[in-house]
């Protein structure tokens, strides 16, 4: 067998040796057709795995923004919860010290010496009224009207 050696030159191969290259080389050829193979499946896994990892990560990066979402809504809920409550503190406040301060030091100032007479004269039970009074003027300390008004209670 004549074979081209690249130089242009011709050399002479052994038809044994001939034989012993062919067979290497369909080995060789097999082995990395076997790599080849091998490779592929193992790409196909590591393409299989990097597919399931970026599912995992836009899940986690959409759980992430709902969280920040969710969190952004109860503080601003929180917030508004808190500017109700202070409103509702002040409305309870200006309601307290214009309004129920004043009927109550009126209900106070009822209870005079004269209003007991008349009141004994009419047949009313004094025991009953006083417990009235009492009461009247337990909630004019509740509410801290002593604070707002000019009469002290008895």
Same mark, same amino acid.
């Given at each position: 067998?004549?074979?081209?050696?690249?130089?242009?030159? *011709?050399? +002479?191969?052994?038809?044994?040796?001939? +034989?012993?290259?062919? !067979?290497?080389?369909?080995? /060789?050829?097999?082995?990395?057709?076997?790599?080849?193979?091998? *490779?592929? @499946?193992?790409? *196909?896994? /590591?393409? $299989?795995?990097?597919? =399931?990892?970026?599912?995992?990560?836009?899940? /986690?990066?959409?759980?992430?923004?709902?969280?920040?979402?969710?969190?952004?809504?109860? @503080?601003?809920?929180?917030? !508004?919860?808190? +500017?109700?409550?202070?409103?509702?503190?002040?409305?309870?406040?200006?309601?307290? $010290?214009?309004? /129920?301060? &004043?009927?109550?030091?009126? %209900?106070?100032?009822?209870?005079?010496?004269? !209003?007991?007479?008349?009141?004994?004269?009419?047949?009313? +039970?004094?025991?009953? =009224?006083?417990? !009235? %009074?009492?009461? @009247?003027?337990?909630?004019?300390?509740?509410?801290?009207?002593? *604070?707002?008004?000019?009469?002290? &209670?008895?």
């Amino acid at each position: 067998m004549t074979t081209d050696n690249g130089n242009g030159e *011709s050399g +002479d191969i052994p038809t044994g040796q001939t +034989d012993r290259l062919i !067979a290497q080389a369909e080995r /060789l050829i097999t082995a990395m057709e076997s790599i080849a193979q091998e *490779s592929g @499946i193992s790409i *196909s896994r /590591l393409e $299989g795995r990097q597919q =399931r990892q970026h599912r995992i990560v836009v899940a /986690l990066s959409a759980c992430f923004a709902l969280l920040l979402a969710a969190l952004a809504a109860i @503080i601003i809920i929180g917030i !508004a919860i808190r +500017d109700q409550a202070q409103d509702i503190e002040r409305i309870q406040s200006e309601v307290t $010290g214009e309004v /129920l301060c &004043p009927l109550y030091e009126q %209900f106070i100032n009822a209870d005079t010496p004269k !209003a007991r007479l008349a009141a004994k004269a009419a047949g009313q +039970d004094l025991e009953v =009224r006083e417990h !009235a %009074f009492q009461v @009247i003027r337990e909630g004019y300390l509740t509410l801290g009207c002593e *604070s707002v008004s000019v009469i002290t &209670p008895k």
